[in-house]
């Protein structure tokens, strides 16, 4: 038997993901975003969280989907992961549900456009809700971005 | 329970055991007769076992066990301190402290200590060598007087002698020194043994064949020896071997042996009596020239050195990263603060305006215990120099004082983790170059044992680090021969130099490695090396030199690292800081100044063409492009010698701002070193002039 997690839900556009709760820090309303030049484009820049300087990250862009107007709705979910601090872009973040880990089955090979391996699983919540849990240690992965970018070049 | 919180507080601790173990042997050395300071290091060696066998360190646990049993015949008068127990010591402290470095580098705290170990349990049975080379020059003078031997016997080894006599057996005491220029004398004492080996039998040797292996000896060794042969023929041997001094080989019969043997027994026995070796200790002891004194001319920083419990401390520890959130919360306030004068500007409440004027004072008096926690006496650097200086001295046959004044002025924790090295570089110049040999200082006219001062005051914003020795000083005259033969400069323009700009050359590169230099003044061993480590914290070096009289290196420091002063520039709608330190100069240029050069945008300035980079491009800031402007504002920055001019839209003035990190995320992003937030919360990028300047 499985124990129960505790999961943050966020929304990039259709599509509903989950981060853990205890990698989360804080969530926060969009706020003034310091441009960094000379980064990736999805890199939005830094920001101030009471007093630390964060990088941001927008999810859209960092997944490949099309990147969309800041909304009321937007949020900025601050992830804490292997030592690092980066705030998400994301499109909503209004949930905390409870997870058995059971129901988390191993991710498809593709999923609404975004690479499997950022993916840690898909869990199907009530009758028709995928809950799609992001592995936060790929997403922040850099090594793979340069091979990508390399690729596209 | 969490072991690693006990960590850091038994590494904390027992780093502070070390250093007050290494002060009182310090003081102990300097006043052997003050039994109150064995009370204080026999405590703290107590308190350090019992803190290691808590945390499971056993190695550490019996080393400074080992220690307290000597300490102890010590305090009760059973053993009187010496040359040989001093070093001991010494060693045994520097095994600890090298033990807790690996802890602190999370090793197990294991360490080969046997040697050191065997040392001290000699010293207890009172096995005590009179002072090493010394003492093996005295036995080879006398040869034949064998009463002055050290080498015990135990009953064992002795009845095996008698034995081998009886048996018709030769049975040699031998002594043997190894000429003191020989390299690899351990390899020489081996040669020995395997000779004699082939020979006949080595029933004891002082040191121990362990020691003697690991080159834990000085430049000779006496053993018993069982043989057929004469001893004459043994010497002979012997002497044969390259690279040995002197032999001395006695043939002992049945009376001397058994003399010997009483002694041996006798001194086993009554451990702490006096055996005629530890009489003549002192006497070596006064002879070595080395005799450093430590003192400390700050009376708030002296130590209470003689007798006594220590002050109990008034201080507590605190985790650097609690400060740093502390400065982070603390900023944020700073923020509101702006940001509540404005409202209140706009309110016009007389109420209103004056709580927040008051809360600005307070705020301000907050900010600067804030950034005083941060700050750490240079004590915590200095501590360990006295020992330094004093093994220095004795390895180079020198006397040397070192004065050290201000040990209570503070430096940010950051300089001070950074300003050790440097230091430690300077004093080891003062002291193996600056200050002559006692001979030398004699024929100058000086006195014999040389002084270095290590001063450390606050000016301005700034903190200084002096280090004045009254050695041989520096010619310049000779600096600059030296640095025309190396062909670091032209003769013209060494004989346009100044003396000053002559003892710069000392911190170039080059002279670094050349043995012309050690040979006019011994100067210019690594100090580039210094020199760049001080540049990079934003300081600098300087050097005044007396020829004849002496040297005096002075460093400069700021006295924080994480706030400098910066010339925040606008480039559209993004502000940026370029920190002041390297920037030479601003200025507006028109268009028509700026020339293309192999299709690169060039600027003249004062004299010469430097390159003129746009910002705006390399950062494609969106909303600014210098080129469709007439006029352009341009900061000049320095990297070296070698200049740049920035192009940026405004200027908006001079701030004091504190350094933050882009995160671990982006460790490093090309042409910016930071980040720092602005009066307003917004977070503005610090421009790393170094990047522009290839």
Redesign the interface.
């Known amino acids: 038997m499985a124990e129960d997690i505790k999961v943050i839900v966020f929304k990039l556009g259709t599509e509903e993901y989950g981060i853990e709760v205890e990698k989360v820090q804080t969530i926060e309303r969009m706020m003034p975003i310091t441009r960094v030049p000379k980064t990736y484009s999805f890199i939005k820049g830094v920001i101030n969280l009471r007093g630390v300087v964060i990088p941001v990250i927008d999810l859209r862009g960092r997944f490949g989907i099309e990147e969309a107007e800041h909304t009321d709705q937007t949020r900025v979910i601050i992830v804490n992961v292997n030592a690092m601090e980066v705030g998400f872009i994301v499109d909503s973040a209004n949930d905390v549900i409870d997870l058995n880990r059971d129901i988390i089955d191993t991710p498809p090979d593709v999923v609404g456009g975004i690479k499997a391996k950022y993916l840690d699983g898909v869990a199907k919540i009530g009758d028709d809700r995928l809950l799609i849990m992001l592995n936060l240690a790929e997403v922040l992965n850099k090594g793979e971005i340069v091979q990508l970018e390399g690729l596209e070049g | 329970m969490d072991m690693n919180q006990y960590l850091s507080m038994f590494i904390d601790e027992s780093n502070d055991h070390l250093q007050s173990l290494n002060e009182s042997m310090m003081g102990l050395e300097a006043n052997p007769e003050d039994l109150s300071i064995v009370q204080v290091i026999f405590r703290s060696a107590h308190t350090l076992k019992g803190m290691a066998a808590t945390m499971g360190f056993e190695d550490l646990a019996s080393l400074t066990h080992q220690m307290e049993n000597v300490l102890d015949l010590v305090r009760n008068n059973k053993l009187r301190m010496q040359d040989f127990i001093f070093d001991t010591l010494f060693k045994s402290l520097d095994a600890l402290e090298s033990m807790v470095e690996n802890i602190t580098g999370g090793g197990d705290g294991k360490a080969d200590v046997f040697a050191i170990v065997a040392a001290l349990q000699a010293i207890v049975r009172g096995e005590i060598p009179a002072a090493g080379g010394a003492a093996a020059e005295v036995t080879a003078a006398k040869p034949g007087n064998t009463t002055d031997a050290q080498v015990y016997l135990d009953e064992f080894q002795y009845s095996v002698l008698e034995q081998s006599l009886q048996e018709g057996h030769q049975v040699l005491y031998v002594d043997v020194a190894i000429r003191k220029d020989c390299q690899l004398k351990a390899v020489r004492a081996y040669m020995v043994f395997d000779l004699l080996e082939r020979s006949g039998e080595v029933v004891k040797s002082f040191p121990s064949v362990q020691d003697i292996e690991q080159e834990k000896f000085d430049y000779g060794f006496s053993l018993y020896y069982i043989t057929q042969k004469d001893a004459s023929e043994i010497q002979k041997m012997i002497l044969n071997l390259s690279e040995i001094d002197q032999v001395t080989a006695v043939a002992l019969d049945q009376e001397s042996l058994r003399q010997m043997g009483q002694e041996s027994i006798a001194a086993t026995a009554e451990a702490p009596a006096p055996a005629p070796a530890q009489e003549a200790a002192p006497q070596a002891s006064n002879a070595s020239p080395a005799a450093p004194v430590q003192k400390e001319e700050n009376g708030k920083a002296a130590p209470a050195r003689t007798g006594g419990a220590p002050t109990p401390s008034r201080t507590i520890r605190v985790d650097i990263e609690r400060l740093d959130v502390l ?6 306030l700073l923020i509101d603060r702006v940001r509540l004068e404005q409202l209140a500007s706009e309110v016009q409440n007389g109420d209103l305006t004056e709580t927040v004027e008051h809360m600005g004072r307070v705020s301000g008096d907050l900010q600067n215990i804030v950034m005083k926690l941060r700050m750490v006496p240079v004590d915590t650097v200095f501590n360990r120099f006295p020992r330094m200086i004093r093994d220095l001295a004795k390895s180079l046959d020198k006397k040397v004082d070192l004065i050290i004044t201000g040990a209570d002025t503070e430096l940010d924790r950051t300089v001070i983790d950074e300003i050790g090295d440097p230091l430690v570089h300077l004093l080891r110049n003062a002291v193996d170059h600056g200050i002559e040999s006692i001979a030398d200082r004699v024929a100058a006219g000086k006195p014999e044992t040389g002084t270095v001062h290590l001063r450390a005051f606050h000016s301005g914003n700034h903190v200084f680090i002096e280090i004045e020795e009254d050695g041989v000083g520096i010619y310049p005259k000779k600096v600059l021969k030296s640095a025309v033969k190396k062909g670091a400069i032209t003769q013209e323009q060494a004989n346009s130099m100044s003396d000053d700009e002559a003892y710069q050359l000392l911190f170039a590169p080059g002279f670094s490695t050349a043995e012309v230099i050690s040979d006019v003044s011994g100067r210019g061993v690594g100090l580039d090396v210094v020199k760049a480590k001080i540049s990079s914290l934003g300081g600098n070096v300087t050097i005044y030199s007396t020829p004849g009289k002496g040297t005096n290196f002075s460093v400069q420091l700021p006295l924080t690292l994480s706030i400098i002063a910066a010339m925040l520039v606008r480039l559209g709608s ?1 502000k940026y800081a370029i920190p002041l330190s390297s920037i030479v100069e601003t200025g507006i240029v028109k268009q028509s100044q700026i020339r293309t050069i192999h299709g690169n945008k060039m600027l003249e300035f004062r004299g010469s063409h430097i390159p003129l980079v746009s910002l705006s491009k ?4 969106p909303d600014y492009d210098e080129s469709t402007e007439e006029e352009t504002e341009i900061v000049v920055v320095r990297k070296g010698e070698r200049l740049v001019a920035l192009a940026v839209q405004d200027f908006i003035g001079q701030n004091e701002i504190v350094i ?7 460790p490093e ?4 070193s930071g ?1 720092t ?1 602005l009066g307003d ?5 610090i421009i790393d002039p170094n990047a522009f300047i290839k």
């Open positions: 400065m982070n919360l603390f900023s944020e993004e390399i950062f494609s800031i933050k990190n882009l995160g671990k995320y982006l992003v090309q042409g910016i980040a937030i919360g917004q977070v503005a990028l």
